[in-house]
């Protein structure tokens, strides 16, 4: 099991968390709520959510999964999505842990979740080494995220953008290249689709991810 989550502070961000929560009601309808219906639809068994913020997915699981544990560091986001659990159609248990130490024993997991979480953890490699852990042999982690752009322009401007972004943005980096990294952490990639999608009507679409892979058997 991982280690103890005794300090969550470094990863409170109570000026993001409510903005973020007044914003994904209009970012689901949008587009945000069928995406992360296609991301669920096939996970079945014991599911691990990372980072659910407001608890957006929890209405969207399908039945063939038993139970959800989802960890939320932020204080505020934690209580939204305490609340959303509630009414959830699959049992729901939300517990303040960061995605860097999982509190779930090695294999426990048929897949793990990451749903527009991966762009703010301090180090990519050391969450998905600790995804690998929790997931058995075979399972699944089922990935949506924004990534950096594919056209070399745009790309620079978000490195540029980055550093002031991640201050006032719980973190967030607009510029990392998910798909790679998910790769270079030991997942096989199984199945994706990258898309530009727009969060707002006065912000342009950005390059998004979608997609499953697999822990190796061995």
């Known amino acids: 099991m991982g280690a103890d989550n005794s300090n969550l502070s470094r990863l409170q961000h109570p ?6 929560a007044r914003a994904v009601g209009k970012m689901n309808r949008r587009g945000g709520t069928e995406h992360r219906r296609t991301l669920l639809a096939a996970l079945y068994g014991t ?37 959303a659990a509630a009414s959830a159609p699959v049992p729901v248990k939300v517990v303040a842990a960061a995605a860097e130490q999982i509190p779930a024993d090695d294999g426990s997991a048929d897949a793990v979740v990451a749903s527009l979480v991966l762009c703010s953890v301090a180090d990519q490699i050391v969450v998905l080494t600790e995804i ?13 995220e924004h990534v950096r752009s594919g056209h070399r322009l745009l790309a620079k401007a978000e490195d540029l953008l980055t550093p002031a972004w ?24 199984r199945d994706y689709r990258r898309f530009g999608f727009a969060v707002h009507p006065l912000v342009p679409p950005v390059a998004h991810i979608l997609g499953h892979a697999t822990r190796p058997e061995a």
């Open 47 to 83: 599911v691990i959510e990372i980072g659910p913020g407001d608890g957006s997915s929890f209405g969207l699981y399908p039945a063939a999964v038993t139970r959800v544990l989802a960890l939320e560091p932020d204080d505020y986001l934690r209580g939204l999505a305490m609340e």
């Open 166 to 189: 991640g201050a006032i943005a719980g973190g967030c980096h607009p510029n990392r290249d998910t798909l790679n990294v998910i790769t270079a952490a030991g997942f096989s990639i």
């Open 15 to 20: 000026r993001f968390a409510r903005a973020f």
């Open 132 to 144: 690998r852990r929790v997931l058995r042999p075979g399972g699944t982690l089922a990935f949506y």
